[in-house]
């Protein structure tokens, strides 16, 4: 069993894969995975090769899909509980403030809501 291990180990090592504070809230260990290969491939072999240019296209596409099911697990799972949290969570994702909202434009800066 030792030796299987040993194997595993030498043939199959842990990656490491940090996650930092600043990352989206979607980023996965894949898709950071995928980001190595691609830098790797573009440092390694330019902007015009084919190697660079499948790493870029894949990872394009697993951020579309992964951002995709993030967002739609997101707003279903409000949407059920808290119409209100809803909303809220909508205007957060797309960037809205309640400051751009149509009803503070008639009010001044010293008017209290």
Known sequence: MSDLNGAINVFLPEKIVKRHPTDHPWMTTNIKIAIRKRQSAFLRHGKESVIYKFWRNKLQRDIRSVKRLFYQNKVADVERTNPKCWWMSIK?????TTKSEWHHQFLNETTDV
């Open 92 to 96: 957060k994702m797309a960037g809205i």
